[in-house]
């Protein structure tokens, strides 16, 4: 392999371990939340908001919220890891409980202001979320 191209790979890898070729970088930490009428039903319970949570120290956490009724609920739906990719793409780690069996995935997330739309590119559906203040 020649000197030029073990750089090159040293520093394709070094961008992709910082998230500095992601579009997310600086953008995805805070809470993110979609009600029921951009997710459709979900649940065994009715209608819900769905809050994602991703901290500075790459931890995300996904809850369910049922705010109707006489006593709200939250529920955790998901938990684990995760890191930024190059331009739109968020890999899941450690997934608790797991995807359809596996431990690990991968999203196209795209944040435009305070507005962050989850999946596209051939996957059935989208989802929006809006970024809650702090």
């Known amino acids: 392999m020649s000197r ?19 579009n997310n ?12 009428t951009e997710l ?7 209608p819900a908001d769905v809050v994602w949570e991703f901290t500075d120290n790459g931890v995300f956490n996904v809850t369910r ?3 109707g009724g006489a006593n709200p609920t ?3 739906v998901a938990s684990g890891r995760y890191t ?10 450690d997934l608790n409980p797991p995807l359809d069996g596996k431990k690990r995935a991968t999203e196209k997330i795209i944040i435009d202001g305070d507005t962050m739309t989850v999946g ?8 929006k979320f809006t ?4």
């Open 4 to 22: 030029t191209f073990r750089l090159a790979a040293v520093a394709a890898l070094a961008l992709l371990g910082c998230g500095c070729g992601s």
């Open 25 to 36: 970088s600086g953008k995805i930490v805070g809470r993110w939340k979609a009600g029921p």
């Open 40 to 46: 459709g039903p979900i649940g065994p319970n009715g």
């Open 65 to 67: 919220v049922q705010t």
């Open 74 to 76: 939250a529920e955790k």
């Open 84 to 93: 930024l990719g190059l331009r739109d793409s968020v890999s899941f780690a």
């Open 120 to 127: 596209g590119s051939g996957k059935d559906r989208t989802y």
């Open 131 to 134: 970024r809650v203040p702090e």
